[in-house]
Structures are given as C-alpha cells and as structure tokens.
C-alpha cells in the first residue's frame, strides 16, 4: 500500500535537547510539507520542499530544520530554539494530479 | 498577508440536523480550495473545488465554491455522530502549498 510513514507517534523531548521527527513516502511523490498543529488551531506550514535538495521556509520556520536528501524521505529536526515545540506534528506530500496525502502525526511533548 | 478563516469555530448539534460550515479566504496565488475531515490523526480528503458555482457532492456531504465572495461553504445534511470531526478548509497557493483555517469542532450529539 502507498502512502507516508511517521514516527514515532509520540515523541518526548527534555528542554534543551534536539530531536528528529522521521516522514518516508513511497507515493514517488516530488513535493513534501511539515505542518504543525496545536489546540483550536488549523495547520501552519513549518517546511516544503518541492523536489530533492532543496526546500523553503513556511510561516513559523524558526527554531526547524529540514532535509531533503532523498525523494522519499523528509526529516524535520525540532531544535532547542524553538521555545514551544510541544505539539502535533504532520507531514504531507502531494502527487502531480495536486492530492494531497497526509501521514498520521507525531505528537511532541516536552518534559 | 494570506490567510483563511473558517466559522463557526465550533458548533453542536443533534442528528439529523443540517449544518453549514463557512470558509473565507484572501489569498493572492489561489489554486483550489479544499475541505478535509480531521477525527483524530491524519486529516482525510472530502472535495477539491477549482470552480465557482459548481457544487461538488459525496453521501451527504456537499460543497460549492464562490471565487466572486472569495468563500465556500460545506453542508452536512442528516447529520450523525460519526461526523463529529474537525472540518479543515484549506487554499492550495500556486507556489505550491497549502494555508489552511483554524478548522470546525463539529460536535452531533445523538
């Protein structure tokens, strides 16, 4: 079955410390997004990248980092700048009929 | 600035009722319009409208779009409790992403 893969579900973080959110697509899709989600609140565009190695900062970019080394892999790295990480995390891709697909979240707690 | 607003923020209702949810949007590079269905994780697609005036329908579910009052509305009739969900309007930009609104808790109480 094509689709994405996030991991892990649940993520927890110590202050200070960088994590890496894992999103693999076997969709052969070229464009793919990190969004995140918190309470009450829609989807922000973190980090897209349209093909491999290269990507543009989305609206709350900072305190992110992403790598688009292959076309099916796009890890998002959560740094110790980002003050608020705690969140819901979700990748997408998007095939050339425009569909968006989306993975099933990774949700980050600090501790 | 782009942006899109969804209202209301949250609704309750009782099956059977009929519902409308609203988006509106200002977005300089628009392409399509998209409304999604959020339950717990990943949210699931339910139309892509390009089209103004051309309503899209699933089941009970229906969507139109109106690119002169930059709007579009989503109708539930019949509602039951399996359509409780977040309901998540979302403009894909030409640049080549999405910008979505701060979605509907949608609450069918039996």
């Known amino acids: 079955d094509g689709g994405i893969t996030q991991s892990p579900k649940y993520l927890f973080r110590k202050e200070g410390q960088n994590v890496t959110l894992s999103c693999e697509q076997n969709l052969n899709h070229d464009a793919m997004y990190w969004y995140r989600q918190d309470p009450g609140q829609g989807l922000r565009l973190i980090y897209y990248s349209q093909i491999v190695n290269d990507f543009q900062k989305g609206d709350i970019a900072e305190g992110y980092s992403v790598s688009r080394e292959k076309k099916e892999s796009f890890p998002l790295t959560v740094t110790s700048a980002q003050k608020n990480p705690t969140a819901f995390y979700l990748c997408?891709?998007?095939?050339?009929?425009?569909?968006?697909?989306f993975g099933s979240g990774t949700r980050l707690t600090v501790v | 600035e782009d942006k899109v607003v969804q209202s209301p923020l949250s609704l309750v209702v009782h099956e059977g009722d009929t519902v409308t949810l609203n988006c509106s949007y200002e977005v300089t590079n628009f392409r399509s319009l998209l409304w999604y269905k959020q339950e717990k994780k990943a949210p699931t697609f339910l139309f892509m409208l390009?089209?103004?005036?051309i309503e899209k329908k699933s089941g009970r579910l229906s969507s139109i779009l109106d690119k002169k009052e930059l709007s579009s509305i989503l109708n539930i009739t019949a509602t039951q409790t399996g359509d409780s969900a977040i309901y998540l309007c979302a403009v894909d930009r030409s640049q080549g992403n999405l910008i979505f609104g701060k979605g509907t808790k949608l609450s069918v109480k039996p």
């Open positions: 390009t089209s103004s005036g």
């Open positions: 997408a891709s998007r095939g050339r009929d425009y569909g968006y697909t």
